[in-house]
C-alpha cells in the first residue's frame, strides 16, 4: 500500500496550492480520504476528509471556507485545494485513508483512526 503527496511548496501569503495524494494498493473507493498537517513542533492536526463516495465533506473550522477536498475514485486520488493561504497554514501535509462505513465526525477527525499514511508534503507560507 502506498499513499504518494505532491504538489507542496513555498507560495506568498494570499498565495494557492492544491496537493494531491495517490493511492495504490488498496481499492480506493472503500475508503474515507483525509488530509493531516503537522507544524514543526506541534501534534498533527486534522485537515479535511471525504466520504467514500465524495457525498460528504468535514472541514476543521481553521481551513473551512478556504480549503476543498475532493476525490477521483477512478484515478484513487484524494486533492486538497488550499487558498488564501497564511503563514499559518505551514506544515507537512498528510493524507490518510480510513476503511470504515461511519461517517462519525469525531472519529475521522482522529489521527489515531487511520488505516495508512502518506509521506508528506511540506507546504510553507511566507508572509
Known amino acids: 500500500v502506498q499513499l504518494q503527496a505532491s504538489g507542496g511548496g513555498l507560495v506568498q501569503a494570499g498565495g494557492s496550492l492544491r496537493l494531491s495524494c495517490v493511492a495504490s494498493g488498496i481499492t480506493f473507493n472503500n475508503y474515507i480520504m483525509k488530509w493531516f498537517r503537522q507544524a514543526a513542533g506541534k501534534e498533527r492536526e486534522f485537515v479535511a476528509a471525504?466520504?467514500?463516495?465524495?457525498?460528504?465533506?468535514h472541514y476543521a473550522d481553521s481551513v473551512k471556507g478556504r480549503f476543498t477536498i475532493s476525490r477521483d475514485n477512478a484515478q484513487n486520488t484524494v486533492n486538497l485545494q488550499m487558498n488564501s493561504l497564511t503563514p499559518e497554514d505551514t506544515a507537512v501535509y498528510y493524507c490518510?485513508?480510513?476503511?470504515?462505513?461511519?461517517?462519525?465526525?469525531?472519529?475521522?477527525?482522529?489521527?489515531?483512526?487511520?488505516?495508512?499514511w502518506g509521506q508528506g508534503t511540506q507546504v510553507t507560507v511566507s508572509s
Open positions: 471525504i466520504s467514500r463516495g465524495a457525498y460528504n465533506t
Open positions: 490518510a485513508a480510513w476503511s470504515t462505513v461511519n461517517w462519525h465526525i469525531a472519529s475521522i477527525e482522529s489521527p489515531r483512526l487511520n488505516d495508512y
